[in-house]
């Protein structure tokens, strides 16, 4: 019982700081201004919308969002993909993710 409560305390902070990074990364909002990634003019605020909150629910059920910025954009493709089956995806939310996530990279190193 002793070492009960002197491991319960580090137990409560480990738990605490994993959920302080999981309220910290989140996906990032959609602009307007992301339907014009790449030159593609024509991507679909609506895939945009649903790759967002594909991105932000689904990936979050096996682990905290990693920042879009940790990995290159060509990488992207093959992560989701590769995640795809865990995560249940269908060949559409794999591409509306793979284009949310590319399309916030683009913002963010925009906006640099």
């Excluded at 738990?15 to 201004?33: D, E, G, K, M």
Aim: charged residues 15%; glycine residues 2%.
């Amino acid at each position: 019982m002793k070492t009960f409560w002197l491991t319960a305390p580090f137990v409560l902070l480990v738990v605490l700081a994993s959920c302080q990074s999981q309220f910290n990364n989140t996906a990032p909002a959609i602009t307007p201004a992301f339907a014009n990634t790449k030159g593609k003019s024509s991507l679909n605020m609506a895939t945009l919308d649903r790759g967002r909150t594909v991105f932000a629910s689904r990936c979050i059920e096996c682990h905290v969002l990693p920042p879009i910025t940790n990995y290159p954009a060509e990488t992207w493709p093959r992560i989701v993909h590769w995640m795809s089956d865990r995560a249940a995806l269908k060949p559409a939310d794999q591409e509306a993710v793979i284009a949310y996530i590319l399309a916030a990279r683009k913002q963010n190193n925009n906006a640099e």
